[in-house]
Structures are given as structure tokens and as C-alpha cells.
């Protein structure tokens, strides 16, 4: 039978843990209690405790407590990066043996690191809680980053029972119970990954285009997370098929915008070779929370948003950049690639002037593109918005055709 995995430090945690382990099996569930502390002394009796959590890492507790002896606080940073280690590889075990239900992790900053990051092994659609005193600070992205986690705020600090504390856990505990009690929907049809930002008209008439052909399209919003969730599901082998249609993410990486996603961006479907079709939506812009972070080389040509975001214009030089930098990451790709440049427009019009990009500075991103990406990519100009429909029908007819060009073969209900 699976069970509801509760990882805590059983040396500092254990209270909490065992009041959490007695209301989720109060609701029908049994518990796996892992614990991967690795100072003071447990107080609490673990199904795997952490000795076994250190030996899955490849280490073993007595190393850990030496090196702690030795270097002191300087070395918590390295013990909590293995115990969290080895909790991922147990994890990853319990689930291949169909044992995990949902898993539940608890703790302040050490504890929610090391929860969160053993979270990870599990594939998305698993039940992830993390109940957290830092649910409200700005660490809380950090904790979550591209994985499914829901994240719930103690509010008071975790040190022993109280009357809040034992609220907040007998709601965590109704919380992932009932996130286990039924089994996530499995995908029903071939799923194509998809990136937008200010290209919304695109990507619904895209979706409605493959869902006629029998795909689902998983739109992801480019503004750092987004693209990080994107890349990480590629290489999870998630998607059959890329429509990359806004590399908002690779111009803040490049100029010091606040939507990064990452080195990574932009090379998980060709590391993959899973057939792609790139389009530069919203390559043109970078944006910034305040408008103190703009570099004064910017202010000029910044515009709100909302009050939360500040926009800048790309100059062309900086999209000629641009161009290089996406050819260089395409230039990697193994499998069949193609970038479809619409020379009316990378975003909007609800964003700003539909014509920004202006028509010569889509040319000489086009250009600078074309003078450094390989043979093999294959590169149209289009004559249309992004967001124009015969865009949207282009880059879906474009993504279908080398899908079947390059045998990756749809499942049979798509061929209605």
C-alpha cells in the first residue's frame, strides 16, 4: 500500500513530525517518516532514519558528524546538500516500488532546503507539500523552483506544539491527504510544449490547431520560472514536440533582465532532439520589478507595464546580439530545428506599439541569425505579426511537418 512520505529533522522537528504522522493516518493514511537531520540527537523513531539517508548519498553518518566536529557551521552547507541527496535517491526507490502516495516535508530554512530538494526526484503529479516558515520570504521561489510543490506558511516558527502550530499541521495533514486520495489524469493524448509572452492570440489559435489534430498543447508563461519548467519537462521527455515561440528569457539573460530562466534556456529540445519550431516573441524586450534596478542606459526607453513590471526596448544592435547568441544555442540542436522570424511585430499589441520591433530591426536580428546559425536549421522570414492567425498556422503546420520528416511519429488518435 502506498503511504504518505514525512520528511522532517527528528532533532529538532520531532514534535511536529508526530503530530503530523498521527493526523494524516488519523485520515486513513500510513506514513513513511524520513529523517534527515544530521545534528542532535533524534527523538523520534524514523522508518528511515538518517543513517540510511547518508549511506544513500554514498556517505555515512559518522563522516558527516566528523566533519561537522571538525569545520563546524562551515560544513552544514555540504552535509545538508548530501542528506538531501541521499533523501532524493530513497525517494526516487519508494516511488519505483509504487510506495509514495504524496510526500510532506516540514522545517525552517535548513530543513525546507533539504525537503524541497529531495521533492525534486519525483516526477510531476506526485503530491508535494511543503510546510515551511519561509513560505512568506523571498527564499519561498528558491524552495519551489520548476516543480509542482505547494508550499504552505506556518506562520509562527516551528518550536514545538501549540495551539498554532498544531492548526497549521492538521490542515497540512488534510491537505496532502487529500491531494493523494485520487490518482493525477494521465496525459490522453500527445502533449506539445509551447512558450509565450505577449503572444497569447498565437498560442491559443496554436492549441486550437493541435487540438484538432489530436495534440495538447502546455503553454508556459516566459518570465523566468516558466522557462525553467519548460526546459526541465523537455528533458524529462515530456513533449513530443516545441513550439518556442518567445525567447522573452534569453534577452534578460543576455542584458540583466529580471525573467532568466537560465544558461539552460533555449537547449532542452535540442539536447533531446525533439523537433522544435523557435519564433523570437518578446525577444525584444527586458523587463525589471522597479524601476530603480533599470541601468541608466536603459531609462530612456522604459515604459510600465504594471506596478510590478518595468519594461525596456531593445536597440537593434542589441537584437543583432541577439540573433548571435540564438544561433549559437541552436547550433547544438540534434534534432530537426526550424525559426519562423515574423517581420511585423514580436509581441503585443497589448503589450505596447505592435510595429516594436520595427520592421528593419526584425531584418537585422534575421540577418545577424542567418550569418552565424548552421546549414541545417532551417530559417523563413514571415511576413506577419506573431500574432497574426496565418503566423500561428504556419508555425503549427511547421512543428507537424518535421515531426513527420523526422519519423517522430504522433500516436494513432492524432491522426483524426
Request: glycine letters at 10%; hydrophobic letters at 45%.
Amino acid at each position: 500500500m502506498s503511504k504518505i512520505v514525512i520528511l522532517g529533522t527528528l532533532d529538532t522537528k520531532a514534535e511536529e513530525v508526530a503530530y503530523l504522522k498521527a493526523e494524516v493516518e488519523a485520515l486513513g493514511y500510513k506514513t513513511l517518516v524520513v529523517d534527515i537531520g544530521f545534528g542532535g540527537t533524534p527523538s523520534l523513531e524514523a522508518d528511515l532514519d538518517r543513517r540510511a539517508v547518508a549511506a544513500a548519498a554514498g556517505s555515512s553518518l559518522d563522516a558527516i558528524s566528523s566533519r561537522l566536529r571538525s569545520e563546524g557551521v562551515g560544513a552544514e552547507e555540504w552535509a545538508s546538500r548530501l542528506m538531501a541527496e541521499g533523501a532524493a535517491k530513497l525517494l526516487r526507490e519508494l516511488h519505483e516500488r509504487g510506495l509514495v502516495a504524496g510526500v510532506v516535508g516540514i522545517g525552517g530554512t535548513m530543513g525546507s532546503f533539504m525537503a524541497s530538494e529531495a521533492m525534486r526526484a519525483l516526477p510531476f503529479g506526485v503530491p508535494k507539500l511543503l510546510v515551511t516558515t519561509q513560505a512568506s520570504s523571498p527564499r519561498a521561489p528558491l524552495y519551489v523552483g520548476s516543480e509542482d510543490i505547494t508550499v504552505m506558511n506556518t506562520v509562527s516558527d516551528l518550536i514545538g506544539l501549540n495551539w498554532m502550530t498544531k492548526t497549521v499541521l492538521a490542515s497540512a495533514a488534510r491537505a496532502i491527504v487529500g491531494m493523494a486520495s485520487k490518482a493525477p489524469p494521465r496525459p490522453e493524448r500527445p502533449l506539445i510544449g509551447a512558450t509565450g509572452l505577449g503572444t497569447t492570440p498565437c498560442i491559443m489559435k496554436a492549441g486550437e490547431l493541435l487540438d484538432k489534430m489530436g495534440y495538447e498543447l502546455i503553454p508556459f508563461h516566459a518570465t523566468g520560472s516558466g522557462g525553467r519548467a519548460f526546459e526541465a519537462l523537455i528533458r524529462r521527455g515530456l513533449f513530443k514536440g516545441v513550439l518556442d515561440l518567445a525567447l522573452h528569457e534569453v534577452a534578460n539573460e543576455v542584458f540583466g533582465g529580471c525573467h532568466v530562466a537560465g544558461p539552460g534556456r533555449l537547449m532542452g529540445a535540442g539536447t533531446m532532439g525533439i523537433p522544435q519550431v523557435v519564433a523570437p516573441g518578446a525577444l525584444c524586450i527586458i523587463c525589471y520589478t522597479t524601476l530603480e534596478e533599470v541601468p541608466p542606459q536603459y531609462r530612456s526607453r522604459t515604459w510600465r507595464h504594471n506596478p510590478y513590471t518595468y519594461v525596456v526596448d531593445l536597440a537593434r544592435d542589441e537584437l543583432v546580439k541577439l540573433g548571435e547568441v540564438v544561433a549559437e544555442r541552436l547550433n547544438l540542436a540534434k534534432g530537426p530545428t526550424k525559426v519562423l522570424v515574423p517581420l511585423r511585430g514580436w509581441y503585443g499589441p497589448g503589450l505596447t506599439a505592435p510595429e516594436k520591433p520595427k520592421h528593419e530591426d526584425c531584418e537585422a536580428f534575421l540577418k545577424s541569425l542567418r550569418r552565424r546559425l548552421r546549414p541545417e536549421v532551417e530559417v523563413e522570414a514571415v511576413d506577419a505579426h506573431i500574432n497574426d492567425l496565418k503566423f500561428a498556422e504556419h508555425a503549427v503546420s511547421s512543428l507537424l511537418e518535421l515531426m513527420r520528416s523526422s519519423g517522430h511519429e504522433p500516436w494513432p488518435q492524432a491522426a483524426r
